[in-house]
Structure formats: C-alpha cells, structure tokens
C-alpha cells in the first residue's frame, strides 16, 4: 500500500520560479526520500533526510521534515525546463522487518516552460 | 561504474504466458528490490532481497508472482499465466545498507 501522498498532483511553472511540493506520510520513518523520474522509467535518487533532522540542503534542492506533522517538503529553486518530471517522496519505515524498503506516494507531476 | 541494468527494456507477450525480467545490480550492493509501477499509479513494492536472508515477499501480488537472487547478484522475477492487470513497467533497485537506492531503467511489460 501506498505510504506518501504528494501534493499538488500536478504542478506548472515558469523558468526561473521556484517548484515546491509537499509529501505527507502515515506511519513513523527511519528516513525521508525524494525521487525524480523522467517520461515514466527509472528513478534518479534527489536527496534523503532523516528522521532526526529538519532541513537539508543539496544544489538548488531544499527539503524540511516536519516528523510531527508527518510532512516534508521539496522545494527546487530557480526552475529549469530541464527539471520537468515526476517527483515522489519515499518513506524507510521504523522497524520491522522490512528495513529498507522503500513506501512511495503517487508523486507530482511538475512541468517547467521555458 | 555501471548502474542498475535490467532486460528486456520492453516486453510485449499474450495473455497466459509466462515472462521473466531480469535484474542486473550495482556490482557489491547487498540488497536487491523489485517494484511496479502502473499507468499513472506510484510505486507498488513487490518483493526486497537483502543479503542471504529470506526475502520479504509480502508485495507479490498474487502466487503467480516469484522472484529469485542468485549467487547474492542477478534477480528474475517471473510470471506466471501472465494477466492484462500485470502490464506495468517493473522497475529493479539495488542498495549498499538499504538507505539509498539505486534504480534501473525498467522493463515495460503490455499483456495483451
């Protein structure tokens, strides 16, 4: 079952605005990530947050984690035509015997005019 | 080095048969998943294999569903009698300590 759901389904900006979407999750998490996929194939890992820290940083990348509102969010800045694609969060429950296994949300479709 | 690779990149096939994908891992990464995704839908986890341990096979859908690591590298994972729900693109991953995963490009499977 899924475990994210992102939010906007859909997402259309200019270049040069900044994109941000949000991902809520249900259960407790070990870690928090967040995947880009081009024209429905394989996924390119963006960046992991863990449940212990609230921001991180990578490139034009920016990610909070709110563990008590269960939330993240990605924000991309300075948008390029080049980041049109989906974009899903993706949770690493605490626990159990399924460590590592990777809960996904129906991911946001972003789409950058140039 | 190489990442991920799986085969075929596309799989058209009856209604019926049986297929198999292939996985390909990153060379030493320890774990090994296999997920599906359909038309517009997120990713379903179907089955995770870490190690020498048993697999965690509680996302295959249906007993049709099997997979199978050897020798802790390549994975197939196979259908049976396959079905027209069953057409997704099947997306293999491999990981070092089960963090961050990497993903394959893919294979396309159309049951007509």
């Known amino acids: 079952s899924q475990q994210g759901e992102e939010d906007p389904q859909a997402l259309s900006i200019q270049e ?13 998490i070990n870690n928090l990530q967040w995947y880009r996929q081009n024209s429905g194939r394989g996924l390119v890992h963006l960046i992991l947050i863990r449940s212990n820290e609230r921001e991180k940083h990578s490139g034009r990348l920016r990610v909070t984690l709110d563990t008590s509102k269960k ?5 991309i800045t300075a948008s390029r035509a080049a980041d049109t694609a989906s974009y ?20 946001t479709q972003l789409t950058v005019w140039p | 080095g190489a990442g991920v690779s799986q085969s075929p ?3 058209v096939t009856e ?15 320890t774990a090994l998943y296999w997920y599906r995704q359909s038309l517009g839908q997120g990713l379903e986890f179907l089955i995770y294999f870490q190690g020498n341990s048993a697999p965690d096979k509680s996302g295959l859908p249906s007993d049709r569903f099997s997979a199978e690591r050897t020798g802790g590298s390549v994975s197939t994972l196979t259908i049976q009698r396959t079905q027209q729900e069953d057409s997704a693109v099947y997306l ?16 396309r499977l159309l049951v007509l």
């Not at chain 2, 209604?15 to 292939?22: A, F, I, M, S």
């Open chain 2, 9 to 11: 990149s596309n799989k």
């Open chain 2, 15 to 29: 209604k019926g048969k049986d297929v198999e994908l292939r996985c390909d891992p990153i060379s030493g990464h």
């Open chain 2, 92 to 107: 293999c991953a491999s990981s070092y300590r089960a963090e961050t995963q990497y993903f394959g490009p893919g294979t």
């Open chain 1, 16 to 28: 040069g605005e900044n994109a941000t979407m949000n991902c809520s999750y249900k259960t407790s």
């Open chain 1, 71 to 75: 939330s993240s969010s990605l924000l």
């Open chain 1, 88 to 107: 899903f969060c993706a949770t690493v429950r605490l626990g159990g015997s399924t460590l590592g296994r990777l809960y996904f949300g129906r991911g």
